[in-house]
């Protein structure tokens, strides 16, 4: 398995539409989980972090599933203002503060 | 606050050229990174740095050089530029929020090698 591996995209999706994305990792000993979101050729920037079972931050929620070493975010009434790649982000090397950083998914939202 | 900032923002190099990327954080974090990011690919780990005096390598290291004489510079060094290295280079830092380590973005320096 690579060590993140996320679905390769792109999503078009209509306004309002819910989307999710998919990501596993290999490393099975990580505890902290990102999702970045990147606009196009800006830098990447942190949108979610994900420590136990999952998160929520308005419309967008994020799950972990440990045993299955998977990552999830979901997108809920998607606005034109999401329009970005979204990386998924895993913990690396000898010490938390290496990450790797999945190949992204673009998504395009629609009017 | 201005977090991370880079310079130069574009760069055009000649083959053979030198050059440095500048980064500078002023949110004293004791972790620094540089990436490259090639169209397509995800980010790629060029070097780190754990603190002011100490570097190592990352993923993609060769045919680039580090140095951090400071907590908030840690500068990119490429020397004899070649072609696979026209990319797009992000600078990141990182501090401890407990066990967890959320890395923050410069705007990243365009650089093609023609």
């Known amino acids: 398995r690579k060590e993140v591996e996320q679905d390769p995209g792109p999503f078009n999706v209509p306004e309002g539409a819910t989307v999710a994305f998919n990501c596993t990792y290999s490393n099975s000993a990580s505890q902290s989980f990102f999702w970045y979101r990147q606009d196009c050729r800006k830098e990447p920037k942190l949108l979610m972090s994900v420590y136990s079972s999952g998160n929520e931050d308005g419309r967008f929620t994020a799950q972990l599933n440990r045993a299955s070493q998977y990552i999830s975010l979901l997108i809920r009434d998607s606005k034109l203002s999401d329009s970005a790649t979204y990386l998924c982000v895993v913990p690396s090397g000898a010490g938390s503060y290496q990450l790797t950083f999945g190949k992204g998914t673009k998504l395009s939202v629609i009017p | 606050n201005a977090g991370v900032t880079q310079t130069p923002k574009f760069r055009i190099l000649k083959i053979g050229q030198s050059m440095t990327l500048q980064c500078t954080q002023d949110m004293n974090h004791n972790y620094m990174y540089w990436y490259r990011q090639d169209p397509g690919m995800g980010l790629k780990l060029i070097y780190y740095?754990?603190?002011?005096?100490?570097?190592d390598k990352g993923e993609v290291p060769n045919g680039y050089n580090v140095s951090r004489s400071t907590t908030e510079d840690f500068p990119l060094r490429l020397e004899l530029a070649a072609p696979s290295q026209t990319s797009v280079y992000f600078c990141?830092?990182?501090?401890?929020?407990?066990?967890?380590?959320?890395?923050?973005f410069g705007p990243g320096t365009r650089l093609t090698v023609t």
């Open positions: 740095s754990v603190g002011a005096g100490i570097t």
């Open positions: 990141a830092s990182s501090t401890a929020q407990g066990a967890y380590y959320e890395q923050y």
